[in-house]
């Protein structure tokens, strides 16, 4: 019997992305990555250095001007708008800096938000947001408004909200650069436990505290990625 081929979750083959300006801006210069399932990669760089635009190619929010962007094995970059929304719902969540939570919602309830875009059933969204809830550890919070609790409890109440539709990759930007250390421990155990359950996580961070979890450390220069030790 052949080996199955397992597709890799992420495959950037020398994408760029520049920007029109004066003079041009080159924020992605023929990047390459591949990040297999269940990898934890941390990516690390200077301001204005590409992170962003790096994340926001990832998560089909922007195209490559040029190159190649296979997720779960599909060629994403020539899919018309409708197609990639629906990659992107089906397979990505997002987690930011800001948690972006509705302060006069519920928890469960700001989760459930998770499903108002998009063709999702109405019967069963409370449940599944309990069940998102339940894997973030905050059944104990799910009535409470966000303003009453910790900030790590929010932060872990928005990746229950990304992970609602069963995401292959999380993708979080400095998802503890508003975290203390204690706070930032919770997040980061989280993480650890969502990798043993196979999602794949790329996080954006310039904390060493954050980057020495990840299973592999990127660095990105002036728009060019580099391997870390
Ligand atoms: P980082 O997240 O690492 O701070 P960004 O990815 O946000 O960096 O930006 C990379 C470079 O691209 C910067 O020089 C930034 O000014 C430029 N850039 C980002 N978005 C745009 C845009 N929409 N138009 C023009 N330039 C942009
Ligand atoms: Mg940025």
Redesign the pocket.
Known sequence: MPEPVIEPVIELAAVS?R???DPP????DEVSLRVARGDYVAVA????????????VLGLLDRPTSGSYRLDGTETTALRDGARTRLRGERIGFVFQSFHLLAHRSVVENVMLAEVYGAHPRKGRRERALEALDRVGLSHRTGFPPGRLSGGERQRAAIARALMGGPSLLLC?EPTGNLDSRNTGSVLALFDELRAQGLTIVV?THEDEVSRRAGRRVR?TD?VLSEDA
């Open positions: 992305r920007f029109r300006a801006v080159r924020a992605l760089g200077p301001s204005g250095s590409g992170k962003s635009t790096l994340l926001n930007d954006i990105i728009g």
